[in-house]
Structure formats: structure tokens, C-alpha cells
């Protein structure tokens, strides 16, 4: 599974669509849901399958321990880079033209992707997936609000939170499938390739059955302020990836405090912006608000902590205890589908009577789970089973569905409506920048924990003593969690969108955060 698990709608403004819904009883409508649902559910399924066949393409390309990290990472900083900019390209010059633009640049990266030579152009293919899934993923639920009338969108954006959890769950078996599978030879490229006849059908029918739209009062375009968060992003991440192997440079600890300054020129770039023609990227006034401010620092933490773990987890069964990809795939099943019916729970039944509690047993389960799987790590060590490792994910599934689901809803509930499309854009843009993060901090948690010369009979045990290390940083992460969901408020508002009765110029939802 990945980071993933989020797919946000930064784009989204209480600025009404310039098209008008068609009627109901125009069909098109339902080809264009399809289309822009395949779309959504085809990059869920990249992010979430990648981690999978990680051991597969380190054995095919060679790839270094920061290859390895960036062939993830990579993705999640670009996507997170690009996220604010490509719904606002959509608002200015039209949602199906920036998601034809971004599914046809999504199908040319994985084709990339899937006949990379090596490593580095592997890396160099999923920088360029995740700038065109920028482009893509943000105009899918602006289609959606501007093609279906209000009294629709709620039961539209029930079978659109059924597709995020179908992705999920189907991206890790999909992915051990395709590996295990060795189709043609090809081993690990089926994974990516899989996505041309899907993008090529999306871009043929995407042209004939989406509606354009476009955004009014769309805000300005801030590629300043995108340039200063990716450059922010790469001095603090690029150092952590490759210290271990260039055993930890000076210009690495310079590049990482360097970064500091570059993220307050960052604020104090986007405090100009938003006196000059109030567009900035970030819009610094939501951080007043304690609880958005709380749940963005939450958010933030929560990427870092599962971007660490989906990582090692994979590499622990397939390098650690020498699994088949499929044996590791399936593994992770009840994880997934714990995941999957927590949310569900949690939003429908748990949240409106127990509020933030809600979330912070959330956390306080996954704790519980990372510290059974601890004590199952060192018991069992190298003769674990999938069996045994079942309770602590299931355990972990349940605590992270009653936090997904959740979370966005409480920490918008007390921004201001005028700015709940600029809030709901930055809780998924952190969320990924967190999980790029957590990745590149793996070259911390895990490979640092691990020898640089080890004999062939070594490498189990090492990798089983490195997850075990990585895991307690995962439970100290949680905890930091469960103490700053005290700032979010008791009683989350539900979101008004969500419902049948959406209004027009009410603002899109974000989806539940599943990727990581």
C-alpha cells in the first residue's frame, strides 16, 4: 500500500463552475464519472503497487539505496510540488483540457517508467509520473462538481470514496500479481505498462465525453512560490537519501539547515504574494486557526510515519525474510481491508458520537499493533508467518481507517469557508511532502541500522533487526500524533458538501488520505 495514499482537489474555491450541470437526464455525464474515476483509480493503484516490486527492480536494475528511496520519494514530491498549481491551471484554462494533458503525460511517464533501462532513468520516469498525476488527480472532483448537479454529487462521492478504498486494497495484490506473473519476460515492467491501454483509453474517451469548465474568479498562478517549496523540499530530502552511502558530507548538513532558510523566504514570499494580488500558494492566515494549524502538523506527521513504514515493511519480507513478491502482496490483505471498513465505520458511526476521540484511539491502536508486530519480529524472527503478522496489521488497518476518514473533515471544520478549497489543497500537498519525507528518512531508520559489507547469510538477519529499529520510530511518530490531535476540536462539523444537498458554490472534498 502507498501514500497514499491522498488524492486532493487544491483547485477547489467557492467560485461556482463557469459550465452548467446538464441535465439529469443527459447519460453523459455518467461516461465522463467513469472516465475521470478510472483516471483516479489507475494512479492510486501506481503509488500503492511501486513499494511492492521495489526487490524486484532492485535486482534487475541494480538500484543503489537512494535509487530505492527515490523511485518513491521521487513520485511524492513532485506530485506534492505540483498539486496547488495543477488545479489552478485547471480553473484558469479548463479542467478537461489540464486532465487530457495530465492522463496523456501520466501514460507517455509509465511507459517510461516500465522500459527504464536503469535506475536512473527509472527514478528520472517517476519524477515526470508524479508532475502529470499534478496536473491529472486535482481536476477529477472539479469534472465531478461541474458536471453533476448538486442533489447527485453526494451519492457520486460515496462510489468516489469506494473506488480510493477499492484502490488501496487491489494496488499491492495487483502489483505482486504482475511481478509474480514475469509476463513476457519482463518481470517488474508490467506494473507501469499496465497503464498505457487504460491512459489511452481515458484520453479518447475523456475528449469525446468530458464537459469544459472553468473557474471564474480562478486565482493566480505562485510558480515562485512552487519553485521555493520544491527547492525547500529537495535540500532537505536529497541529503538524507544519499548520506548513508556518501557517508553523511558536510555539503548534506548544509543543504538540510540550508533548507530552513529557504522555506521562511517561502513565508515571507507568500505574505508579499497575498498583499499583491492575493494568490499565494499557501494561504498563511488558515495558520491562525489552532485546529488547522494542529491538523496540518498532524497530517505532516502522519505522512512521515507511514512513508517509513510501507517502505521497510516490503523490504523486510522480500529482503529481510526472503518472501515471493506475492507471498509479501498478500500479506498486507487484511491490512487493507482493515483499513477499508474502519473508514467507513469511523466516519459514518464513531465520529458524530465520540468526536476526536475517535482519532486519537486511531493512533493509539496503530501504536498497539507496531508494538504486537515488534514483539512477533523478535519472537518468531526469521520463521514468521503471514498468519502471525495478521493481528498486528488488522490492529494497525482499524487504527488507520478511524483516522483517514476522519481527519480532513477535522481539521477543516473551523477554516472559514471563502478558504476551504486553498485548506483542503494544502492538508493532501503536506500529506505528501510528509511522505516523501518519511522515505528519505528511511536511509536513516533502516539502511543506517544496516551493515555495508554483510555475507550472504547476514542479510536476513540485518534486515529483521533493521525493521525492528524502524518500527520504533514509527511508534514514537504516533505518539507525537496522538498528543497534537488534542488540538483538534471535540467535535469536528461534518462537511456540508458531502452530502446530497451540496450546494453549487460549495467547496469540493477532499478524498480520504490512503496513500503512502
Known amino acids: 500500500m502507498s501514500s497514499s495514499a491522498a488524492l486532493p482537489n487544491p483547485a477547489a474555491n467557492s467560485a461556482p463552475a463557469s459550465a452548467s450541470a446538464p441535465a ?144 488501496a486494497v487491489s494496488g499491492p495484490l495487483l502489483g505482486a500479481l504482475l511481478t509474480e506473473w514475469n509476463l513476457f519476460g519482463l518481470e517488474w515492467r508490467p506494473i507501469f505498462l499496465i497503464n498505457l491501454p487504460v491512459g489511452i483509453a481515458g484520453l479518447i474517451l475523456g475528449a469525446k465525453f468530458i464537459t469544459e469548465s472553468k473557474a471564474p474568479r480562478a486565482m493566480r498562478l505562485d510558480l515562485v512560490g512552487v519553485g521555493l517549496v520544491t527547492l525547500a523540499m529537495l535540500m532537505l530530502i536529497y541529503p538524507l537519501t544519499r548520506g548513508h552511502e556518501l557517508d553523511w558530507p558536510l555539503w548534506g548538513h548544509v543543504s538540510m539547515v540550508g533548507s530552513l532558510f529557504v522555506f521562511a523566504l517561502l513565508v515571507r514570499h507568500q505574505r508579499q504574494k497575498a498583499i499583491i494580488d492575493g494568490s499565494p500558494l499557501i494561504e498563511l492566515s488558515l495558520f491562525r486557526v489552532k485546529s488547522f494549524a494542529a491538523g496540518i502538523a498532524v497530517q505532516l506527521t502522519f505522512g512521515v510515519g507511514l512513508g517509513i513504514f510501507f517502505l521497510v515493511w516490503t523490504l523486510y519480507m522480500q529482503m529481510g525474510l526472503g518472501w515471493s513478491v506475492l507471498r509479501a502482496g498478500t500479506t498486507g490483505i487484511p491490512f487493507s481491508v482493515a483499513v477499508s471498513v474502519a473508514a467507513g465505520i469511523s466516519v459514518q458511526k464513531l465520529v458524530p458520537r465520540f468526536g476526536r476521540k475517535v482519532l486519537q484511539a486511531g493512533a493509539l491502536l ?90 550472504p547469510q547476514e542479510i536476513g538477519p540485518a534486515f529483521v533487526d533493521a525493521f525492528q529499529q524502524s518500527l520504533w520510530w514509527v511508534a514514537g511518530v504516533l505518539s507525537v500524533i496522538f498528543l497534537l490531535m488534542f488540538a483538534l476540536p471535540a467535535r469536528p462539523k461534518a462537511h456540508v458538501e458531502g452530502g446530497a444537498a451540496a450546494s453549487d458554490d460549495a467547496p469540493l472534498p477532499t478524498e480520504p488520505v490512503l496513500k503512502v
Open 24 to 167: 439529469p437526464a443527459d447519460r453523459r455525464r455518467w461516461f465522463a464519472l467513469a472516465i475521470v474515476m478510472t483516471a483516479a483509480f489507475m494512479d492510486l493503484v501506481d503509488v500503492t503497487i511501486v513499494n511492492i516490486a521495489i526487490p524486484s527492480i532492485t535486482r534487475d536494475t541494480g538500484a543503489s539505496v537512494s535509487a530505492i528511496q527515490w523511485i518513491t520519494a521521487g513520485y511524492a514530491l513532485a506530485f506534492a510540488a505540483g498539486l496547488i498549481t495543477g488545479g489552478r491551471l485547471g480553473d484558469i484554462y479548463g479542467r478537461k483540457r489540464l486532465f487530457l494533458i495530465g492522463i496523456a503525460g501520466f501514460t507517455v511517464a509509465s511507459a517510461l517508467c516500465g522500459l527504464a533501462p536503469n535506475s536512473d532513468i527509472l527514478v528520472a520516469a517517476r519524477i515526470l509520473q508524479g508532475a502529470t498525476a499534478a496536473l491529472m488527480v486535482p481536476q477529477v472532483l472539479s469534472i465531478v462538481h461541474a458536471t453533476f448537479p448538486a442533489h447527485e454529487r453526494g451519492k457520486v462521492f460515496g462510489l468516489f470514496g469506494a473506488v480510493v478504498g477499492l484502490g
Open 366 to 455: 496503530m501504536v498497539a499493533g507496531l508494538l504486537t508486530y515488534l514483539w512477533e519480529a523478535e519472537h518468531y524472527g526469521m520463521a514468521i508467518t503471514s498468519w502471525q503478522m495478521a493481528v498486528p496489521l488488522v490492529v494497525m488497518g482499524v487504527g488507520m481507517g478511524l483516522i483517514v476518514a476522519p481527519l480532513t473533515d477535522a481539521i477543516l471544520s473551523e477554516v472559514p469557508k471563502e478558504h476551504a478549497g486553498s485548506a483542503s489543497g494544502l492538508i493532501n500537498t503536506v500529506q505528501q511532502m510528509g511522505t516523501a519525507l518519511g522515505l528519505g528518512l528511511v536511509s536513516v531508520v533502516f539502511f543506517g541500522a544496516i551493515g555495508d559489507r554483510l555475507a
